[in-house]
């Protein structure tokens, strides 16, 4: 062993780590990349879901706050602006023009009017918004309870997914369509409401405005914004990448209670 | 040190043999526990990387800054520059923090480096797919190893120290400063400080880092509506998750250390093939 070539001990153990961990790595992110190992990865997330479904029971409720806890504003995330004609030409009269509309698997197909939609009994709740990339703000949200909808439309027994469709493109050239899914558990939920108020004012374009989905006990990205229709369905396969979310057809879970 | 563990122990005792330390079921958890919390780790890394801040409180936006920013930004060079603020102190972190070495090894904005992370380069979604696996694994590994110290008695006659040894707990401190450790019979036994950390580890920071990170999920967040808030909110159990991760591997750092100078080799084949040698040098360490 040549002494006088020796590295510095610690340069020497910060080397050691670096090519083992990129070895590792290497080997990790081959996995990542595979075919297989993701849905070995993702086996057991129905069992989380599962687990999480009966530790905290499918009728908990969130934790809902003070006005004093609320986050001095809501940051906007995501889509700012879904920027489309048919959009634009909403925002210019105030969603005058703008219908809900509800269909698929439901008895009674129905489009509401933004004022017909305020016009129904409303929820306020002030909630935690929590971010899959880790941060949290707090907001006080009002709007329909989502199963007031339910009731006026009528969900067919065969119905067991609410599908939100959304006006803000993802994709270049207007394509690609946000959208996102829930089953009817949180569809009833009494903390699930399609948000028209954002802290006692008109929900901003910023926020997903005429509508957002207020979805309590799952992270953020499944509180789809500005929300044009909602489709009942007993299978969301055939909807875009068929992962139930815009999302989830990026690799994220569909359960997004954790 | 008492022999009084030593097994018959009439006449002098051989000067080298092995003896069986580690049983299979205690190695078997031991590495299972090596794989899973550092894929937990690092995919946590990565985690971390979609938001590198850690606050305090009910939510991230409450008026209060960050306890922790890493961050990049360019600097007067014209290079890009990491900057870790830490309770508002700022610091250049380039090279290590912030801004980092990328798989290519070019440096780039990344809170943490490549080679710390899984996945290596900004990926959420599937760190948070191999975390979610491995802390399963984690999980349902930890609940075994404390039922089987339970019931195997490994808690109460390996792990739980005598009264005695916690009363010389003096001495060890100043026996460890000095590097010094027990030799020959008293060897078989592990000292009251290395009983404390294991029992800190197994049963405060891994619960803690557990149950912090079902602090972060709004779905166990309703479980008892609000219980997040009794560790001070949401992101404060974010914050909590992150430093006693970072406790854990400092704990693994000493816990090498301690393997590598008190006979690197006879410490590794105990936890393989559970055989340790005790050698009697015909003194023994008062």
Known sequence: MKLERRPPRRKFFTRTAAVTSAVLLGGCDSLSRSEWFPKVLNSVSGITESVAKAVAGRKSMAEEFAEADRSPTFRSNGSDDPGTPEYEGWVATGFKGYKLSIGGMVAQPRAFTMDELRAMPARTQITRHDCVEGWSAIAKWKGVPLASLLAAVQPKPEARYAVFYCADPMGANNTDFYYESIDLDDAVHPQTILAYDLNDAALPVANGAPLRLRVERQLGYKHAKYITSIEFVDSFARIAGGKGGYWEDQGYQWWAGI | ?286
């Open chain 2, 1 to 286: 040190m008492s022999l009084a563990a030593a097994p018959a122990l009439t006449d002098a005792p051989p000067r080298s043999y092995l003896y069986y330390r580690h049983k299979l079921p205690v190695r078997v958890m031991h590495w299972i526990n090596v794989i899973a919390f550092t894929v937990l780790f690092m995919s946590g890394l990565q985690i971390f990387n979609a938001h590198p801040a850690l606050n305090w409180g009910k939510s991230s936006y409450n008026g209060k800054p960050p306890l922790l920013e890493i961050g990049a930004r360019m600097g007067a060079n014209g290079e890009p520059q990491g900057v870790t603020r830490v309770l508002g102190a700022e610091f250049d972190t380039t090279g290590f923090l912030g801004v980092t070495h990328g798989a290519n090894g070019q440096l780039q904005p990344s809170a943490f480096p490549s080679w710390m992370m899984i996945p290596g380069s900004q990926w959420l979604s599937m760190a948070r797919s191999w975390h979610f696996f491995f802390a399963w694994i984690f999980v349902v590994n930890g609940i075994l190893f404390v039922l089987y110290t339970i019931f195997s008695r490994h808690l109460t006659r390996d792990l739980a120290p005598s009264g005695g040894e916690l009363r010389g707990i003096g001495a060890s401190i100043r026996e460890h400063l000095r590097f010094k450790h027990a030799t020959g019979e008293a060897a078989r036994e592990y000292n009251v400080l290395q009983k404390l950390a294991y029992l800190v580890v197994i049963f405060g920071l891994l619960p803690a880092v557990i149950l912090m990170g079902f602090g972060m999920s709004p779905w166990f967040n309703a479980a008892i509506t609000g219980w997040v808030d009794w560790v001070g909110g949401r992101q404060s159990a974010r914050t909590i998750h992150f430093i006693v991760a970072w406790m854990l591997v400092a704990f693994v750092f000493i816990h090498v250390f301690q393997v590598i100078i008190t006979g690197v080799w006879n410490n590794l084949r105990s936890m393989i093939t559970g055989r340790y040698r005790i050698t009697n040098e015909g003194h023994h360490e008062a």
